[in-house]
């Protein structure tokens, strides 16, 4: 869905981006990952000609972006950032319809489609729709913002650090709307964020930036697993890595046959990393996983699973 060939860009005297190639497959979910003055954002902006690099093209669906009006480019490609932008003297359903009424929408077919929308992104249409937006919280304006870059449906969405501002509660919450939103939407999502944890709690693909150069890209436990490249484990301690790695390895993998009487209970679609949060915080060695079928998880289990040994 989205390809770039050799995309290089400048700023002045400072090279921000250096012959960058990848490409992301239509339907994933990609993260940009590095650390600040990487070359992530500048990226991420040359998708919708925000930025306008100085060599290499981007392709999306097949076609070379540049030959595309910016504005009309623009229309049909959701943007999400982390200062979110909302019209301050708009109302939340005025702000979730813009790009609607600029592409003709009739006025019924808008607002059912803002209704659906504040719906999918866990906000009571009732409640907010007439809310102004300084009215709103800094997880419910994010909310706002992620409703209105889907609000046209454009098959592509492109989210610049967009929950870094947000607390560690707020900050889950919205990634798990936009998990929900990615599996049930199909959309390909192009993402900027510096945390490797947020990177494994999303991503199908990695790409990790250093120095305006790609230093490598491919699914998460290639990019972030045992042999993770020097760009990688400069970021993050090795230990801390080893336990964000187990954030990719789903408990139900590693899972044994059999009850385990007395052992806390992980939800299906847990991840080792729940595991071992859940054995540590009740002093266990082992536990269950709901479904049908008994199932448990042991500590060594997970520890092989993890590449840690025994």
């Not at 929308?117 to 997880?139: F, W």
Request: proline content about 6%.
């Amino acid at each position: 869905m989205i390809r770039f060939e050799g995309i290089s860009h400048r700023y002045g005297s400072v090279q921000a981006l250096r012959e960058v190639s990848f490409g992301v497959p239509q339907g994933s979910l990609c993260v940009l990952l590095g650390e600040s003055g990487s070359g992530k954002s500048t990226l991420l902006r040359t998708v919708n000609r925000l930025v306008e690099p100085s060599a290499g093209r981007v392709l999306l669906g097949g076609r070379d972006v540049a030959g595309t009006d910016p504005q009309a480019l623009r229309r049909g490609i959701g943007y999400v950032i982390q200062s979110v932008g909302l019209f301050p003297h708009r109302s939340v359903g005025e702000n979730i319809a813009t790009v609607p009424r600029l592409l003709g929408w009739d006025a019924r077919r808008i607002a059912l489609r803002v209704e659906e929308l504040l719906e999918m992104v866990g906000l009571d249409p009732g409640t907010y729709r007439d809310r102004l937006p300084g009215t709103l919280s800094g997880g419910q304006a994010q909310r706002v913002g992620l409703a209105r870059a889907l609000a046209a449906n454009p098959p592509v969405l492109l989210m610049d650090e967009p929950f870094s501002a947000l607390d560690p509660g707020t900050r889950r919450g919205l990634q798990a709307a936009l998990r929900r939103i990615h599996a049930g939407s199909g959309k390909t999502i192009l993402m900027v964020t510096h945390d490797v944890e947020e990177a494994l709690a999303l991503a199908d693909r990695i790409a990790v930036m250093d120095d305006g150069r790609l230093a490598v890209e491919g699914p998460p436990l290639e990019v972030l697993g045992r042999h993770a490249p020097a760009t990688v484990r400069r970021m993050v301690r090795a230990e801390v890595l080893a336990f964000h790695r187990l954030a990719a390895l789903r408990a139900a993998d590693s899972a044994l046959p059999g009850p385990a009487p007395g052992a806390p209970v992980l939800p299906e679609g847990a991840t080792l990393r729940d595991a071992l949060l859940l054995m540590l915080g009740h002093g266990a060695d082992r536990v269950a996983l709901m479904g049908e079928a008994p199932r448990h998880v042991t500590l060594a289990a997970l520890l092989a699973a993890s590449g840690s040994g025994g």
